[in-house]
Structure formats: structure tokens, C-alpha cells
């Protein structure tokens, strides 16, 4: 049996796959909040540039990748598969498991295919810095790594919680010579009433994307840039999926099931939007969203219109949302604890053609732990959710006695988070669950937003 598919560079895609060429439904405008009437692109030109903006808006379904880009994807891209034979031979499943891993890029994880991207169309049109948040700060990590390799500058606003849970994340960052600071900040207005009322507030990706939004307007030489949300981090991250595609296909096989974990649902949607084609036009197959049960955007937050960001800087997107003003509890999967998911993946949840679940932080790294065991990778907190929800599914395919295809995205390794492992095997995580009355005075001012 092969454990490992591999594709020669050649094949690397030469196009990202838009899914919004075959969505059932489109997905509702952003909107003016002065006014309610949706934006003009023109609108997002303080924060990106046009380039990125058509992609943002587009709705052809396939649009080429630059040459310029491709030649830095060759640094890590094809990525490989692999077939988890002892995770299989561990649970006792019929279910072949394979899991595409993102873990090999430089930073670590999968963030590189968009952060690569946005800063090659941000270099051809002129732009020599870059502001962005991040949570666990894999975004921030790639998007130094980017801004690095086209000699653009970068600042980086990272959650406080997790600045100080994963300091080597801005070593890593600075040794790619991008500068990080902990959010709220003072160096912005929208950090300075935070980190005033509390030095030590914990912050939260709708503050630091606040931070970033502002700082990336303030000249013509300097935008914002984001991982994951937005419909241009998804397009990118088509990479993965069309890979995965591939690579199944070399050995005759077909997913039944795929799972990702989702925050602000980039990584997920880069496997799953290419197979999804098929699915809307009747492929049969199961597709999970997996969240942390104390951030349960796609379970529990309903489909609204919010800002992005907590000082409500953004324009409103339609999606599925805990209220832009939620502070999330600090667990060690940073990189899933945003208030709002994707437009594109929200629609999709709506239109069910996937589904949610969420997960306690002591069953993930138990998974995590599970699948280091078995499978050699240590991986990120984040993908732990993935991969509980992988073992679950493994199991039913068990009890069912059923053959069934299961493919995950490995979306990164956790050499870096080894403090919440052992936090997890001392004993010290304990875990927390977002409750409904929080959650309805979270949302109960959105209603008088337009309903999308």
C-alpha cells in the first residue's frame, strides 16, 4: 500500500478554482453600514488594491496564477498526501484515511498560498508595506515570509493571548524582518481604548483585524492584508484541493468525507471548494466544518449581516457570526477563535452542502496526541479539531462496517505550540463552552442590520 502520493512540480495548478461560478445561491453584497445599500469596489481601495479587489468580486471560475507566483510556490508546493495506515491500523477502521499536508510550507502551515499572493499584487502595483492581524500567528508568520520574499515591509498585530502563548511565532516573524506587536496596542486608535482600559486585555482578532484595517490605510504606500474570511484568501487556497484532486485521482480513489477545521474557514474551504463542484452537481458526499465548542460561529452563531472587526471599521458581510463584539476565552487554537466565518462558507452552511461541528479542547489534543502517536506529525491545535472529527467519523465507519474515504487537510504542524501540549499533558487545560445567553446578548444588536 503506497503511504505517500506525490505530484512532480509540473503539475502544481496553474489556476485558482472560484466557487462562485457554481454556487447554488450568490453570495449577498457587503454592505455600507451608513447607508445599508451595498459597496462599490472602488469603496475597497484604502485597504487593497484593484488587482486584489477583481479578485475579490469576480465570479469566473478559473483565474490564472501569476508565473511570479508559482515560482514561489515551488518552494514547498506540490505538497504531499499521505495515507495514515497506522491512525487507520490505531482505530481498527475499515475507512482509508489520507490527510494532505500543509505543514511543509516554511512557516508551517497552509497560509503561504494566499500570503504569497496578496503580496506579489500588492508588489506590482506599488506597495512596499503591509499591516495584518493574526491569532495564532501562523497568518502572521506566512505573511512575513511573503512580504520578505518580494522585499515589501510588514507589521503584524497579534492577539494578545496569543503573543504571550507562542512567543516563538515572533521570533519567527522577526526573523523574517517583520515587525509584531501584542493587540490592542497603543499604536493605533482602535487598539489605544482597549489597551488603555486594560493593558493586559486579552484582545481578539476583531481588535487586531481593527488595528491592521487602520494601519493598512494610513498611505498610499502601505494596505492591509488578511488570511482567511475573504473570498481572495479562499480563492488561493484552491491549491490544496486541486492537489488533493489530483492525487486521488493517481491512485483511483474518491473522497466520501472531508474535514477541516475552520475559523475563519480558509484552509477548509482550499480542500473541500474543488470537490464541492461536484457536489452541487450531484456528487454524493459529506463535507465538515470543525470549530472549537468555546467559538461555535457555524453551531451556534446565527446568518446575519456584522462588521469583521470590533471597532465596526469593516463594511457588512453576510455571514454566520457571534457578534463582532465577542472576546473569545483563550484557548491554545488561536487561529479558530474569530466571531465571523466566511460569506462563501456561511452560504454554503446555509444551503447545506456542508455541516458544523464543534469540538471541546480536551478531545482535540486528545486526537492531536492520538495522531502524533500513530502518524509520526505533531500537529497545530487547530487542525486537532480536524483530526477529532476524523477519528469520530472513523469509528462510525466501524461500527457501520462500511469502506469509506475519509481526506483531511493537515493544515499545519505544532512544533511551535508545543506550550499547549504541555499545558494538555499536565493536566492544566480545562474546557469551555460559549453559553446561549452569552451568545444572544452578543447578537442582539445586529438585528437592526438588514437580514440577508
Not at 500567528?137 to 497579534?158: D, H, P, R, T
Not at 455541516?355 to 497545530?380: M, S, W
Amino acid at each position: 500500500m503506497k503511504r505517500r502520493i506525490d505530484l512532480n512540480e509540473k503539475d502544481i495548478p496553474k489556476q485558482w478554482y472560484n466557487i462562485q461560478a457554481d454556487m447554488p445561491n450568490p453570495i449577498p453584497p457587503p454592505l455600507n453600514p451608513a447607508t445599508g445599500q451595498p459597496i462599490t469596489p472602488d469603496m475597497l481601495t484604502p485597504i487593497f488594491t484593484m488587482n486584489i479587489i477583481e479578485q475579490e468580486v469576480s465570479t469566473e471560475r478559473w483565474i490564472d496564477i501569476p508565473e511570479e507566483v508559482i515560482e514561489k510556490y515551488l518552494i514547498w508546493r506540490p505538497t504531499p498526501l499521505y495515507r495514515a495506515h497506522f491512525l487507520e491500523k490505531f482505530l481498527g477502521t475499515p475507512a482509508r484515511i489520507y490527510f494532505k499536508n500543509e505543514g511543509v510550507s516554511p512557516p508551517g502551515s497552509h497560509k503561504p498560498n494566499t500570503a504569497i499572493a496578496q503580496a506579489y499584487f500588492n508588489k506590482v502595483s506599488g506597495i512596499k508595506r503591509l499591516a495584518t492581524e493574526t491569532g495564532a500567528g501562523q497568518w502572521g508568520s506566512a505573511l512575513s515570509f511573503a512580504c520578505n520574499q518580494f522585499g515589501i515591509e510588514c507589521k503584524v498585530y497579534m492577539v494578545r493571548i496569543s503573543y504571550n502563548q507562542k512567543p516563538y511565532r515572533r521570533v519567527l516573524m522577526e526573523t523574517w524582518g517583520a515587525k509584531c506587536v501584542p493587540s490592542p496596542s497603543p499604536d493605533t486608535n482602535a487598539g489605544r481604548k482597549f489597551f488603555e482600559q486594560n493593558p493586559e486585555h486579552p484582545g481578539s482578532l476583531g481588535i487586531a483585524i481593527s488595528e491592521a484595517v487602520e494601519d493598512g490605510a494610513t498611505s498610499k504606500d502601505s494596505k492591509y492584508s488578511i488570511g482567511s474570511v475573504v473570498n481572495h484568501v479562499l480563492l488561493h487556497q484552491t491549491v490544496v484541493g486541486l492537489e488533493a484532486y489530483k492525487q486521488l485521482d493517481m491512485i483511483g480513489e474518491y473522497p466520501d468525507i472531508l474535514i477541516g477545521c475552520a475559523g475563519g474557514g480558509s484552509n477548509f474551504a482550499g480542500l473541500f471548494l474543488p470537490f464541492a463542484r461536484d457536489k452541487i452537481h450531484g456528487k454524493e458526499m459529506k463535507i465538515i466544518a470543525c470549530e472549537p465548542a468555546s467559538c461555535p460561529t457555524m453551531t451556534k452563531g446565527p446568518y446575519v449581516y456584522d462588521f469583521g472587526d470590533t471597532a465596526e471599521t469593516t463594511p457588512l458581510f453576510a455571514m454566520h457570526s457571534l457578534g463582532h463584539k465577542f472576546v473569545p476565552a483563550p484557548i491554545h487554537a488561536g487561529g479558530l477563535r474569530y466571531h465571523g466565518m466566511s460569506p462563501i462558507l456561511s452560504r454554503l452552511l446555509m444551503d447545506n452542502l456542508i455541516e458544523a461541528r464543534a469540538y471541546g479542547q480536551l478531545e482535540t489534543f486528545k486526537a492531536g496526541i492520538t495522531f502524533a502517536r500513530t502518524e509520526g506529525f505533531v500537529p497545530a491545535p487547530e487542525t486537532n479539531h480536524a483530526i477529532a472529527c476524523v477519528i469520530e467519523e472513523a469509528k462510525k465507519s466501524k461500527e457501520e462496517g462500511k469502506e469509506k474515504v475519509i481526506l483531511m487537510n493537515w493544515s499545519g504542524h505544532g512544533i511551535i505550540d508545543l506550550a499547549a501540549y504541555d499545558a494538555y499533558l499536565s493536566g492544566k487545560l480545562e474546557d469551555y463552552v460559549l453559553p446561549d445567553d452569552e451568545i444572544q446578548e452578543l447578537i442582539k444588536d445586529l438585528g437592526k442590520f438588514p437580514k440577508p
